[in-house]
Nanobody, 125 residues
């Protein structure tokens, strides 16, 4: 198991930028593919972005492509989500997730068995 703690959420106006961080502990971080999901009020949790163990490949939901960037620093056991041009519809609780060794099903919730507690992001119009 790996323990995940998100930080960096907050309130920002539409068009603003924010960087989320997810710090991992407990196991070898670079054995895990990492991802961000989000859940808006009254909606199901959805995939946002994923990154492979080395950081060499990234994947994005269409709704955030070109605006969000996922990255990782294996020396710091941390994965990031840089959010630019934030829209009101980006408002959600953002969760960090880890999958041991990674999977082609990177956008599927049940692939991940390690989750953080979430951090709230609110984009106002």
């Amino acid at each position: 198991q790996v323990q995940l703690v998100e930080s960096g959420g907050g309130l920002l106006q539409a068009g603003g930028s924010l960087r989320l961080s997810c710090a991992a502990s407990g196991r070898t971080f670079n054995n895990y593919a990492m991802a961000w999901f989000r859940q808006a009020p009254g909606k199901e949790r959805e995939f946002v972005a994923a990154i492979t163990r080395t950081g060499g490949t990234t994947y994005y939901a269409d709704s955030v492509k070109g605006r969000f960037t996922i990255s990782r620093d294996n020396a710091k056991n941390t994965v990031y989500l840089q959010m630019n041009s934030v829209k009101p519809e980006d408002t959600a609780v953002y969760y960090c997730a880890a999958d041991l060794y990674g999977s082609r099903r990177y956008g599927t919730i049940d692939v991940y068995d390690n989750w953080g507690q979430g951090t709230q992001v609110t984009g106002s119009s």
